[in-house]
Nanobody
Framework: QVQLVESGGGLVQAGGSLRLSCVVS????????MGWYRQVPGKQRDLVAG???????NYADSVKGRFTISRDNVKKTVYLQMNSLKPDDTAIYYC?????????????WGQGTQVTVSS
C-alpha cells in the first residue's frame, strides 16, 4: 500500500523558517512529478511548488524567492524549505506524487501538515 507521510509542520513566528518533508512508503515502480499544495478552510487547494523527476521546479508567485522544493529519489522524499514565512503562509500543506505501482501513473496525496505563522 502506497502512503505519503508529511512531517515538519508547526508554529513559527513571521520571518522564521520551516522545512517540510514527505516520504513515499510502500512498494512502487517509479515516481514522476512531486509537489506541495496548501489549503486554508473554505478555499481551494493551491499549488505551492512542483518538481519533476529530472529536477525541474516551478513555484507559485507568492512563494518565489522564499520557498525551495527539492527531492531525494533514493529516499523517495520531497522537501519544502520555507524561509521568510508570513502569516499568509498559514495553511495545511499537502504533498503529492505521481506514482507508478503497476500500469499507469496515479496521483497520491499525503494527509497534510499544519503550518501556522504568527505575526
Amino acid at each position: 500500500q502506497v502512503q505519503l507521510v508529511e512531517s515538519g509542520g508547526g508554529l513559527v513566528q513571521a520571518g522564521g523558517s520551516l522545512r517540510l518533508s514527505c516520504v513515499v512508503s510502500g512498494t512502487i515502480f517509479s515516481i514522476n512529478d512531486m509537489g506541495w499544495y496548501r489549503q486554508v478552510p473554505g478555499k481551494q487547494r493551491d499549488l505551492v511548488a512542483g518538481i519533476t523527476s529530472g529536477g525541474r521546479t516551478n513555484y507559485a508567485d507568492s512563494v518565489k524567492g522564499r520557498f525551495t522544493i527539492s527531492r531525494d529519489n533514493v529516499k523517495k522524499t520531497v522537501y519544502l524549505q520555507m524561509n521568510s514565512l508570513k502569516p499568509d503562509d498559514t495553511a495545511i500543506y499537502y504533498c503529492n506524487a505521481d506514482i507508478r505501482v503497476v500500469g499507469d501513473y496515479k496521483t497520491y496525496w499525503g494527509q497534510g501538515t499544519q503550518v501556522t505563522v504568527s505575526s
